[in-house]
Every structure is written in structure tokens, then in C-alpha cells.
């Protein structure tokens, strides 16, 4: 096993980071990774890959800065979010090459403000529903709906 540690640690190009590659093109981080005995819920132990959790500062009167197991859950929730919000920044900028006047937005909405609603709505989920080049084929569906006070579609 401390062979395989240390071909890990040999892959990580010297910096101790794991690094994802989104179809984007962007990279998501996991900083300080390394393969470390850690204990299991079930008050047993197991190696697990870890690395630094994003936190904004360590706990007080934490001598080192929080750890998480990178679990298969996590590998997959991170890419996901990570997916979608690059889908919805280039939703973003389409709006704004269409002259969309973009309010606000959340994880998966974009808010308008519009004189033309049904209009700015259909252009709306044209661009929420073309996929970016890096997307491929991905199935993407939206719904639209206007009124005078913010509702979910």
C-alpha cells in the first residue's frame, strides 16, 4: 500500500492536488489530496483517498485544515453542479449577446425584465434549451413563464 501511496503522490505532479476536467474545459481542485487510513461510520478503518475541504478558515483552535473522503457520491455531485452552472453562464452570455435584459438568476433560472414578454420568453428557452459546443448531444428541456412579480416556471 505504501507503494501505492507514493506512485499516487508521484501523479499528483508534486502539488498534492487531484484535478477533474469538465467537458467545459474547466477544472475543478482537490487540494492536498493524498490516500490516508480513515474511519468508517461503522467504527472500522479503510484507506480513502482525501483531500482538503472547502471551508473559508479551520475550525477554531484546528491545528489543520478539515479533510473529506473523496467518496464515488462526491465525484459525482461535484462534475454535476460543477456541469450546470457552466451551462448557466453560457446561458448568461447568450442573454446578453441577445439584448435579454438578465435581473437576477438562480442555479438553474434566469430572470428577465422585458416590454416584450412572450417574445424574450421564447428566445429565452431557445438559448436555455442550444447546447454550448462542448455539451455535445446533451438533452436540455426549459420552461418559460412571465408575470409582474418573480414566480418559478
Not at 481542485?29 to 483517498?49: F, Q, S
Request: glycine fraction near 10%.
Amino acid at each position: 500500500l505504501a507503494q501505492l501511496a507514493h506512485r499516487f503522490a508521484a501523479r499528483l505532479g508534486g502539488i498534492g492536488a487531484l484535478w477533474m476536467t469538465l467537458p467545459s474545459k474547466r477544472r475543478l481542485c482537490y487540494p492536498g489530496a493524498r490516500i490516508e487510513l480513515v474511519k468508517t461510520k461503522w467504527g472500522g478503518e479503510k484507506y480513502a483517498v482525501t483531500a482538503m475541504k472547502a471551508s473559508w478558515k479551520p475550525k477554531e483552535g484546528a491545528k489543520d485544515w478539515p479533510r473529506v473522503v473523496l467518496w464515488h457520491g462526491l465525484l459525482a455531485e461535484n462534475p454535476t453542479q460543477a456541469a450546470s452552472a457552466d451551462l448557466l453562464m453560457d446561458g448568461l452570455y447568450e442573454c446578453e449577446q441577445a439584448g435579454l435584459a438578465v435581473v437576477g438568476h438562480t442555479h438553474d433560472e434566469i430572470m428577465l425584465e422585458s416590454r416584450e414578454p412572450r417574445r424574450d420568453a421564447k428566445l429565452l428557452k431557445q438559448i436555455m434549451e442550444e447546447n454550448p459546443s462542448w455539451a455535445g448531444g446533451l438533452p436540455l428541456a426549459a420552461e418559460t413563464g412571465s408575470g409582474f412579480r418573480y414566480k418559478a416556471a
